[in-house]
């Protein structure tokens, strides 16, 4: 097991050849002044030419039309390494410290496919699905006994008939709900998997669902709603991730026997200038289970789930080049211990109160520029009336409010080749801060080259302890078609 | 972001216009008469293009692309809507490269300047439609480039002529066809959201369409040459259906292939909504009623 393979080996030559390719002219190119175009009658052939035929037959008629199957797939592979960068030692509690080694964690390759076909009037078939291959020096390698792994995903895989006012979709597929764009407090329609801090936004980290998604477009405003067929819970920690602990007991899926679970939920939306509004509703099992030690004291650990209701109004409101975005989320009887970290679990002593609980997230994005933008958003919740139905002595796991914030600057360099972007992240408590400095370079229209710098900051009371003052530095390279 | 590929596509149309005597013409009346060509080709209007980008070189007295071009396929459906048709209301959806591929936009330009546009984006990524902060009126923005290219948002850019200081420098020829050069400086308000201290048009007499266009910068140098080919009469209006910009700083160019240039065709007030963002089924088979409308 090879736990020293340093980064800097694999990431310098992508970014040498992004090094390459950036690259900046002040001096004005003088031309002639007959530069022409050698294009048809109109133009007569000079000293200086330019032909615009070169671009790919663009006005090849039969080239354009020459429509193919393989036109309905696009498939993106990517290669990518990530690993902590920095030695030191962690002290999760007074006096008792761990080494943390600079290591490479993820050195894997992806394929993701995506399938799109709207084979008649009305129809579209849609699907996605990946695969990955684990390298030496992965976490997944190590737990596999320093074996390459594999790992295949289906994503999505539905059936969509639109007529008249009415769309219908059938499969597997997300619904996203909210405005704040990465921590809304109404985005809990899905699953997700949040494995390691490669995958920071919730768009990379949502699981999709079989479902049964019917909209209606109105005149003024539209219904979506929404059944889930087969409701599914956030995947335990992969063994060997960072996340992964290991439990007294086995972590397990939901034991639904024959039981019958629906999920279903339905959301009014209309849009007027400057603003659209959405009010929801749901029935919902609460996506992250609750994990009760066995009754027998030994085998698996018991995984409770937890039905309640939300109800939810979302709005933003366009002012200029400012977007404010708001979200309201009251939850009832939900499960007031819940402990909900992404990507782990808990085990620890129930208290099987049901309690109502009380959320929003809201945050402005704003367009500096054309090239730049920054957007900041705050998410908190709060259970109400916390200390009824406790025990003396017995406290809930989150008491008062609550909640995280996120703000993300982005600067577009070079018409959008170059993407330089920050994200810091923090909870409300101000018991952990992350950091995150990204860097995308599309190369041409097939490659494209991404590095990544996270550093990650926790005190004491934090989930996020154990990887106090660790940096971590990645990259990415993706070839699409 | 604003108006843009719809706008893009407008300002290649010019006409060929009217009974007035072109001899007559003064520079504000002959870029007027090609405005309102451009306006009245741009409704009800379904269009496909290939914008192509690439840094380039002089080769042997020629030019030519130093590098592989980058390619985007766009296809855009757009209607003109409120008094006296200057409000507009467009779709713009990628087609090509893969890695954009379904990213769509949907955009309501308003001519009032008192009303902001609307701009929503739908990234499958994202898995919802997104309203955008996409600025205020095409006033209050600084020039940006369409989806990567060496256009910009104020090189395709109608109207507001009345900001600008336009006359006829001479009358040549360019081409081997009879030209005005027009000579465009805009005004102090207009300069200070300017990218060129002015222009110089070589527009077809006959045919109204700008065969060249030069870009001047505050120090008076060329920055930029747009160049203009394949033109040809398209439902009685001469088009320019290949442009080239040539941005001389950074030795990068961008070709626009006005693919198929389908106007005054029935569009359904639904399609230019949100839905088309979303609902793939509905959206292509809309568009397959406008391709029947062509065929």
Redesign the interface.
């Known amino acids: 097991m090879n736990k020293t393979i340093k980064l800097g080996a694999f990431i310098a030559p992508l970014f040498l050849l992004v090094a390459n390719e950036i690259h900046?002219?002040?001096?004005?190119?003088?031309?002639d002044d007959n530069?022409?175009?050698d294009?048809?009658a109109?133009?007569?052939d000079d000293?200086?030419?330019?032909?615009?035929d070169?671009?790919?037959d663009?006005?090849d008629e039969e080239s354009?039309d020459d429509e193919s199957w393989l036109d309905n797939f696009?498939?993106?592979v990517s290669q990518q390494i990530f690993g902590q960068v920095n030695n030191h030692s962690t002290e999760l509690l007074p006096g008792f410290s761990i080494p943390q080694e600079d290591e490479l964690s993820n050195n894997r390759l992806g394929i993701n496919i995506?399938y799109?076909n709207?084979f008649a009037?009305?129809?579209?078939l849609?699907a996605s699905a990946q695969a990955k291959a684990y390298w030496a020096a992965d976490y997944e390698y190590e737990t596999n006994d320093d074996r390459v792994d594999t790992e295949y995903r289906l994503n999505e895989l539905f059936l969509?008939?639109?007529f008249g006012q009415h769309?219908v979709k059938f499969g597997r597929q997300?619904?996203?709900w909210g405005e704040t764009?990465g921590n809304s407090v109404l985005d809990v329609i899905n699953t997700s998997e949040f494995r390691d801090f490669t995958i920071i936004d919730i768009?990379?980290a949502?699981l999709n669902q079989l479902m049964v998604v019917w909209?209606f477009?109105g005149e003024d405003s539209?219904f979506s709603t929404f059944v889930n067929l087969y409701p599914e819970f956030n995947p335990p920690a992969v063994r060997g991730s960072p996340f992964f602990f290991e439990p007294a007991f086995n972590l397990t899926d939901y034991d639904r026997d024959s039981e019958l679970l629906i999920e279903v939920g339905t959301q009014w939306r209309k849009?007027f200038?400057?603003s659209?509004i959405a009010f929801m509703a749901a029935y919902l099992y609460e996506n992250q289970l609750r994990y009760e030690d066995p009754i027998s004291g030994f085998g698996d650990a018991v995984g409770e789930k937890n039905d309640f209701l939300l109800l939810g109004f979302s709005a933003?409101r366009?002012?200029?080049?400012?977007?404010l975005n708001f979200d309201l989320a009251y939850s009832h009887n939900v499960l007031a211990d819940s402990f909900n970290f992404p990507g782990t679990t808990a085990l620890t002593s129930a208290i099987n109160l049901r309690k109502d609980q009380i959320g929003t997230s809201f945050g402005f994005?704003?367009?500096v520029?054309?090239?730049q933008?920054v957007s900041v958003g705050v998410q908190a919740q709060m259970v109400l009336d916390e200390d009824e139905g406790l025990l003396p002595g017995q406290s809930l796991f989150n008491e008062g409010v609550v909640g995280s914030w996120l703000m993300r600057y982005s600067n577009s360099l070079m018409?959008?080749?170059l993407v330089l972007s920050s994200t810091m992240q923090g909870d409300l408590k101000a018991d952990s801060l992350l950091v995150l400095l990204g860097a995308d370079f599309?190369i041409?229209?097939?490659w494209?080259v991404s590095g990544q710098l996270i550093s990650i900051n926790a005190a004491s009371d934090s989930p996020l302890l154990l990887f106090d003052a660790n940096v971590h530095l990645g990259a990415t390279i993706?070839y699409?078609? | 972001m604003n108006k843009l590929t719809y706008s893009l596509l407008t300002v290649v149309f010019t006409g060929a216009l009217s009974s007035v005597s072109a001899q007559d013409l003064n520079g504000m009346e002959i870029m007027e008469l090609v405005d309102e060509a451009q306006r009245s080709t741009s409704d009800s209007a379904f269009n496909r293009m290939q914008l192509s980008t690439c840094r380039f070189g002089i080769k042997e007295s020629r030019i030519t692309c130093a590098e592989r071009p980058r390619v985007k396929s766009l296809e855009s459906v757009g209607k003109n809507y409120g008094l006296n048709l200057k409000d507009t209301k467009s779709i713009t959806i990628v087609l090509e490269p893969a890695a954009e591929r379904g990213i769509g936009m949907l955009s309501f330009a308003y001519d009032e300047s008192d009303r902001d546009n609307e701009t929503w984006l739908y990234l499958s990524a994202l898995g919802r439609v997104k309203r955008i902060a996409s600025g205020s009126s095409d006033d209050d923005t600084e020039p940006a480039s369409v989806f990567g290219s060496e256009f910009t948002t104020e090189d395709t850019e109608t109207g507001k002529l009345e900001e600008y200081t336009i006359s006829v420098v001479e009358e040549t020829t360019e081409s081997g066809r009879d030209v005005w050069k027009i000579e465009m400086i805009p005004n102090e308000e207009r300069a200070r959201k300017s990218r060129y201290s002015r222009t110089i048009s070589y527009i077809d007499k006959e045919r109204y369409v700008a065969l060249r266009t030069e870009m001047y910068d505050q120090y008076d140098k060329e920055v930029k040459r747009l160049m203009a080919s394949r033109v040809e009469l398209v439902n009685d209006v001469w088009v320019a259906r290949s442009l080239t910009m040539m941005n001389l700083v950074t030795n990068r160019l961008s070709n626009m292939a006005i693919l198929e240039i389908n106007t005054g065709i029935a569009v359904e007030e639904e399609f230019l909504t949100q839905r088309t963002l979303t609902d793939v089924a509905f959206r292509e088979t809309e568009l397959e009623k406008l391709r029947a409308q062509i065929d």
């Open positions: 900046a002219q002040d001096d004005v190119l003088i031309l530069v022409q175009f294009d048809g109109i133009f007569n000293s200086f030419n330019f032909d615009d070169l671009f790919g663009a006005f354009a696009t498939i993106k995506r799109q709207p009037p009305g129809w579209l849609q969509q008939r639109s769309s997300t619904v996203v764009v768009e990379d949502r909209d477009f539209n849009s200038e400057g659209d933003n366009a002012i200029g080049k400012l977007l994005e704003y367009a520029s054309n090239e933008s018409n959008g080749d599309t041409n229209d097939n494209a993706t699409s078609f």
